[in-house]
């Protein structure tokens, strides 16, 4: 009867072949894709001079594409717009102001979708130090009744 063991990457029993001993991963694409991967990691975590020359490599590449992450936001909007939206949130707490703005208070100018800071106001109309940045979508609007 032939010895069978589990694979390290699914799980499965699996027959080791003839001439891989050691084989620890079972024949599926995706189980020797993850011992490739784990091969990498590995090389990656312990051998310095791998990971030099994977870094010259890389670095090699994006010198000769450098119009790769242009052409890739163009070709993924959400990415895209994932960026935009952390780039105004970042903004958004660089420029934290202790004290509200009165027109917060004088609606009903239109409310933009978007980043904004939100914090407990005292009577005065101070706002505390603490806030948090919240992120508002307008659904829809008070619209003006009909006269
Ligand atoms: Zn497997």
Redesign the pocket.
């Known amino acids: 009867m032939k010895s069978t063991r589990l694979?390290l990457?699914?799980g499965?029993a699996?027959v080791p072949l003839r001439h891989v001993p050691h084989q620890r991963?079972?024949s599926?694409k995706a189980?020797q894709r993850a011992r490739r991967r784990d091969w990498q990691n590995n090389r990656l975590r312990n051998d310095s001079d791998y990971r030099d020359n994977q870094a010259r490599a890389q670095a090699k590449w994006r010198a000769g594409h450098s119009g790769y992450w242009r052409e890739y936001r163009a070709a993924h909007p959400a990415y895209r717009e994932r960026n935009r939206s952390m780039q105004r949130l970042r903004n958004a707490q660089r420029s934290v102001r202790p004290i509200a703005k009165m027109d917060v208070i004088s609606l009903p100018r239109s409310l933009d979708s978007g980043f904004y800071l939100l914090s407990h106001a005292d009577d005065a109309g101070v706002a505390k130090m603490n806030a948090w940045t919240v992120h508002i979508a307008v659904l829809s609007a008070p619209t003006a009744p009909p006269t």
Do not use: G, K, Q, T
């Open positions: 694979c990457a699914c499965n699996f991963y079972c599926s189980c």
